[in-house]
Structures are given as C-alpha cells and as structure tokens.
C-alpha cells in the first residue's frame, strides 16, 4: 500500500489537505464532500485510506479532503 500523504507534504499544504473533512473551514469546501466522494479517489469503498490521482506517491483518507477536490462523475 503507499504510504499516508504527510500533512507536511508540501503538495497537501499548497492544497489545504486535512484527514478530516468534517472540520474543513475553507472557502472551496462544499458540504458534504470528501475524498470518498472525489473524482480523483481510487479507493476501494469501506476501506479508511485509498489512492488520489492527485498525489500519486501517497494514500489519502477516504474521510479526508483538499481544495482539489471535484465531484466523482
Ligand atoms: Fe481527496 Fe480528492 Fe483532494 Fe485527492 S483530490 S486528496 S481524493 S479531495
């Protein structure tokens, strides 16, 4: 599995990531939203951290979230 992205991970600062979107007080933030339902997740459902398209290194929380975030379609 890759590793958790780092909240330090200059690329998840730049984008504001947080493993919690339930506390998000960003301006982008839509209610509702988090990596589980992003666009750019490739988690497998149920699981707690899964892949990002965003971050290609690392693994994301499936109740995380950052300001790329984009609905899944
Ligand atoms: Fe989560 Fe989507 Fe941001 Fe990736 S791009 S960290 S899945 S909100």
């Known amino acids: ?28 933030f839509k209610p509702g939203s988090d990596c589980a339902n992003c666009n750019f997740y490739k988690g497998a459902k149920g699981q707690a951290y899964g892949p990002c398209q ?8 499936a109740k995380g979230w950052c300001s790329a975030w984009a609905k899944k379609v």
Request: positive net charge; aromatic residues 6%.
């Open 1 to 28: 599995a890759l590793p958790k992205l780092p909240l330090d991970n200059p690329q998840a600062k730049a984008l504001a990531y947080t493993e919690n979107a339930a506390a998000v007080k960003h301006t982008l």
């Open 54 to 61: 965003m971050f290609p290194q690392h693994s994301v929380a």
